[in-house]
T-cell receptor, first 112, second 117 residues
Framework: SQELEQSPQSLIVQEGKNLTINCTSSKTLYGLYWYKQKYGEGLIFLMMLQKGGEEKSHEKITAKLDEKKQQSSLHITASQPSHAGIYLCGADIVGTASKLTFGTGTRLQVTL | GAVVSQHPSWVICKSGTSVKIECRSLDFQATTMFWYRQFPKQSLMLMATSNEGSKATYEQGVEKDKFLINHASLTLSTLTVTSAHPEDSSFYIC?????????????FGPGTRLTVL
């Protein structure tokens, strides 16, 4: 079974709407990383969360890690076309950033 | 964030030939680099961990004689796909670990699309 589950698999939102992407692990995590990928391109690092209950924001994107360190959410406020892409969560389940397990990704489309 | 480059960005080759892909960390030294493979509409699959000055560590199911990895310097790792076949066609992405600056994370290259005819 997949160690890291992302939901939803795909999402279509109207520009200006808010959205949330979830990432759930069956194991307690040492760290949770969020990346964004445009089709056929590399991954752009967004944020890393390490502490239970931690929350970080950058521009209109907020990521949270629950107290148990098994679930994270990525929230985008007032979405824009530039937010479109594939969002991937990566989990450090070993204790270093040496081995990241990735979720299946969430494909986001933002319509005008 | 740190910058990682890959070369080439895409390559088309004939079946049976070998292809080398380079991964460079441009503004930091990376003792550890990683090679991933990504199939269409799927997530990244870690192939191997490349350690500077030592042999790469391959994930289960990845043929080390098929995918040769060399990490000769702190800023360069190469992946050579030997005797490539159409089933090796994929998107290959490298990343480099940068533990400095308070955020221990991996920074990814832009990827290399390999098509084997």
């Amino acid at each position: 079974s997949q160690e890291l589950e992302q939901s939803p698999q795909s999402l279509i939102v109207q520009e200006g709407k808010n959205l949330t992407i979830n990432c759930t692990s069956s194991k307690t995590l040492y760290g949770l990383y969020w990346y964004k990928q445009k089709y056929g391109e590399g991954l752009i690092f967004l944020m890393m969360l390490q502490k239970g209950g931690e929350e970080k924001s950058h521009e209109k994107i907020t990521a949270k890690l629950d107290e148990k360190k098994q679930q994270s959410s990525l929230h985008i406020t007032a979405s824009q076309p530039s937010h479109a892409g594939i969002y991937l969560c990566g989990a450090d389940i070993v204790g270093t950033a040496s081995k990241l397990t990735f979720g299946t990704g969430t494909r986001l489309q933002v319509t005008l | 964030g740190a910058v990682v480059s890959q070369h080439p960005s895409w390559v088309i080759c004939k079946s049976g030939t070998s292809v080398k892909i380079e991964c460079r960390s441009l503004d930091f030294q990376a003792t550890t680099m990683f090679w991933y493979r990504q199939f269409p509409k799927q997530s990244l699959m870690l192939m191997a961990t490349s350690n500077e000055g030592s042999k790469a560590t391959y994930e289960q199911g990845v043929e080390k004689d098929k995918f040769l990895i060399n990490h000769a310097s702190l800023t360069l790792s190469t992946l050579t796909v030997t005797s490539a076949h159409p089933e090796d066609s994929s998107f290959y992405i490298c990343s480099a670990r940068d533990p400095s600056g308070g955020v221990d994370t991996q920074y990814f290259g832009p990827g290399t699309r390999l098509t084997v005819l």
